[in-house]
């Protein structure tokens, strides 16, 4: 069943065009990444979703989430489906995250908000949602302001706001930039457990089509049985569009692009259209 529809998505800056006519599904529980340089539209079309596009534009097409069409739902609406229903983990934690307020209340926010929690539940819940995403003595993380925290921390900050009220969508914008390589590691493995966890369909934006591969065994290698085995990608440029399927194991170029993974298999699952 497909959860996630969008069709014939555009969005345009005055006379720039950023998205142009973009397709694609997704199922509950299936996992997509999204390729492309800097430019391409990818965290555009997250923000489409998120219903956080810039006053500045203009968008046409049909966003629907489990059932819902997104993109004629109002502020109010749309907030109320922000947080619950789908949230995103922003590329640059420390301007996301208001840097006077404490970290715990920044948890607390979307469990006051759509889950009608107490002042003093939802701080426990914000406890307890620091120690699930790895966060090292999350009674002391609570109190602590953005700044005080290592970039990794503020990461996983972020997702434990995305993840307080269980979203059935996880939009996870380059999660890792400029974090080393083991912190890297352990904030998609934490990705990972928490979308298995609770069968969460996932998003995952990234520049870099070597970066997926790197992360094919820490994203699916441990996929439950009742979510196909294989990850489907939507590659975008500012050339052109394809599509990759990313199997356990590998991944096979199926249509011209500038973007080049190692060849295998090709793909056998639902096609994107797009000139992005």
């Known amino acids: 069943m497909k959860f996630l529809e969008v069709n014939k998505l555009t969005i345009k800056f005055r006379d720039k065009t950023v998205v142009n006519n973009l397709s694609f599904d997704l199922a509950a529980g299936d996992r997509l990444g999204v ?97 699930s995403v790895g966060l090292p003595d999350p009674e002391q993380t609570v109190r602590a302001y953005p700044h005080q925290l290592s970039g990794g921390q503020r990461q996983r900050v972020g997702l434990a706001i995305a993840i307080a009220c269980n979203p059935k969508l996880l939009i996870v914008d380059e999660p890792t930039t400029a974090l080393d390589v083991t912190v890297q590691s352990e904030v998609l493995q934490t990705i990972n457990e928490l979308v ?50 990313i199997s356990l194991s590998s991944i096979r170029r199926t249509s011209d692009s500038s973007i080049r993974p190692a060849e295998t298999k090709p793909p056998h699952r639902r096609a994107a259209r797009s000139s992005v």
């Open 35 to 131: 390729i492309g340089e800097s430019g391409s539209g990818k965290t555009m079309i997250a923000l489409a979703i998120i219903g956080l596009l810039p006053d500045s534009a203009s968008f046409s097409g049909s966003i629907r989430l489990d059932g819902k069409e997104l993109l004629s739902l109002g502020d109010k609406r749309m907030s109320a489906f922000r947080g619950s229903k789908v949230s995103m983990v922003f590329q640059e934690p420390l301007t996301a995250l208001n840097p006077l307020m404490r970290v715990g209340k920044q948890i607390a926010q979307p469990l006051r908000r759509h889950n009608r929690l107490s002042a003093r539940e939802s701080l426990a819940r914000a406890i307890e949602l620091c120690a």
């Open 196 to 245: 298995k966890q609770h069968d969460t369909s996932l998003i995952f934006i990234s520049r870099s089509a070597l970066f997926f591969s790197s992360i094919i065994s820490l994203i699916g290698i441990s996929l439950p049985c009742s979510i196909p085995s294989s990850i489907v990608f939507l590659a975008l440029s500012t050339e052109s569009m394809s599509r990759f399927s």
